[in-house]
């Protein structure tokens, strides 16, 4: 069984609305979770995370606009989107690391990755 799986990517009007949920293996229940994404052409960057001890954290170019979230009863990971963009269009990957603490765990969640899932924002 995959430890990360994202599920809700799909195409939205600019300005519309999506969430996204990553199922997380209770064996990551302690660990940094995190979104990341990656556009066509450019380089894997970090949009939020939320570490162990809760804090949540945002990328500027999301912050505002996105709320991470976790349900840890369900291990699910959420990332609320809303005011989207044509430039949010990107591959959106669920990802854990063990340890992370202060307000940039946006960038550094990143040692497991799910399969990715496709967000896509029309003009």
């Known amino acids: 069984e995959a430890p990360l799986v994202e599920t809700g990517g799909g195409s939205v009007q600019a300005g519309g609305s999506l969430t996204l949920s990553c199922q997380v293996t209770p064996y990551f229940s302690r660990y940094c979770v995190a979104w990341f994404r990656q556009a066509p052409g450019k380089e894997r960057e970090g949009v939020a995370a939320i570490n162990s001890q809760g804090l949540a954290s945002y990328s500027d170019s999301v912050q505002g606009r996105f709320t991470i979230d976790k349900d840890g009863h369900k291990s699910i990971l959420y990332l609320q989107m809303s005011s989207l963009k044509p430039e949010d269009t990107a591959m959106y990957y669920c990802?854990?690391?063990?340890?992370?603490?202060?307000?940039?765990?946006?960038?550094?969640?990143?040692?497991?990755w799910g399969q990715g899932t496709q967000v896509t924002v029309t003009s």
């Open positions: 990802a854990a690391a063990p340890f992370c603490a202060g307000h940039e765990c946006y960038q550094h969640c990143g040692d497991h």
